[in-house]
C-alpha cells in the first residue's frame, strides 16, 4: 500500500515510515506541495486539514497526523498550538524553554502532562481511517537528551523507565509513544482494510 506523507516537518516522516513500516510505503510530502494552514481548533481536524490538501494535490491517499501536549497544570496548554507555542516561527528550544518558564514552582505530580496523536489517511474515495495514541507522563524540570525532537527532553513517559523520550533510541520510543500508539492502530486497521 502506498501512502504520501502529509508533514512537512522531516522529523515526523522519519518516526511514522518507521512505524508504518511493512504495512505501508510512505513517500515524502512533495516539496513543491505549500504549507496547510492548520487553523481548526482540534487535533483531528488538524490533521484531516493536511490529509484531504495533500490527497488532493497528489492524487494519492495521504496520511497526516497533529499532535499536542497538554500539560495539566496549565489547563490543557499548549494542546493544539503545540508547535507554535512560542509564535509562529518557534523553534522546538523557544516552545521548550517558554513551557519550562510556565512551570516554575510546578512541582511533582502536579507536572502531570499527556501526549495526544490523532492520525488520518484520506483514500482517494473521499472516505477516511483514523486513529488516536495517548501517553501519559510527567514534565522534567530541565530538558535531557540528544534525541527526538519538539518536547521530547522534557516528556518523561509513565510506561518507560524514568527516561525523557529525547533519552530513548528510536524503536524504545515508539513502542511506547503517542505516535507509535496512533500508527499501530493505523496499521491494524490498515491491515483489515486490505483483508
Not at 507555542?85 to 523557544?94: K, M, P
Not at 495514541?133 to 530538558?143: K, Y
Not at 524503536?171 to 482494510?193: C, D, P, Q, W, Y
Amino acid at each position: 500500500m502506498d501512502l504520501v506523507c502529509a508533514s512537512a516537518n522531516p522529523d515526523k516522516y522519519v518516526e511514522m515510515a518507521q512505524i508504518l513500516s511493512g504495512v505501508a510505503n510512505l513517500a515524502p510530502r512533495p516539496k513543491d506541495i505549500p504549507e496547510v494552514l492548520e487553523d481548526a481548533d482540534n487535533l483531528l481536524d488538524n490533521a484531516r486539514l493536511k490529509a484531504v490538501a495533500i490527497r488532493s494535490a497528489t492524487g494519492c491517499p495521504a496520511v497526516a497526523d497533529d499532535t499536542g501536549l497538554e500539560v495539566d497544570a496549565l489547563g490543557g496548554a499548549p494542546g493544539v498550538f503545540s508547535a507554535r507555542y512560542a509564535g509562529d516561527d518557534a523553534t522546538y528550544e523557544d516552545n521548550v524553554r517558554k513551557l519550562l518558564k510556565e512551570m516554575k514552582g510546578v512541582d511533582g505530580e502536579r507536572r502531570s502532562a499527556r501526549f495526544r496523536t490523532v492520525a488520518v489517511i484520506s483514500w482517494t474515495d473521499g472516505t477516511e481511517t483514523i486513529a488516536e495514541g495517548i501517553v501519559e507522563g510527567l514534565i522534567a524540570e530541565t530538558p535531557s537528551g540528544r534525541g527526538g525532537f519538539g518536547y521530547d527532553s522534557i516528556f518523561v513517559p509513565s510506561s518507560g523507565s524514568g527516561k525523557t523520550f529525547a533519552e530513548m533510541e528510536d524503536e524504545e520510543k515508539n513502542v511506547i509513544s503517542h505516535r507509535g500508539i496512533a500508527f499501530r492502530r493505523l496499521n491494524r486497521r490498515l491491515k483489515k482494510k486490505n483483508a
